[in-house]
């Protein structure tokens, strides 16, 4: 993996969970009648499906190292030093 790729995973993750938390500490007190909210709240949901999106190219690679990590090494099988 990538620096790149890790870094944005790192901020795919942290754009996810910032706006998960942001949209659900103000949906219960939304106003639809301002248009500054209803534009508040579809920029969150823009970047929840931004970060989405950037966690779903990430994760096949991510599954990849862990399956690298997991199974053994073909060399350290067979004796060889």
Request: proline fraction near 4%; aromatic fraction near 14%.
């Amino acid at each position: 993996m990538t620096i790149m790729r890790a870094g944005l995973f790192l901020v795919s993750l942290l754009g996810f969970c910032a706006s998960v938390y942001f949209l659900f500490q103000d949906l219960p007190y939304f106003n639809y009648q301002s248009i500054n909210n209803i534009i508040y709240i579809s920029l969150l949901v823009v970047l929840l499906c931004n970060s989405m999106v950037g966690i779903c190219m990430v994760f096949p690679e991510i599954k990849e190292l862990y399956r690298r990590v997991k199974t053994p090494d073909e060399d350290s099988l067979s004796g060889k030093i």
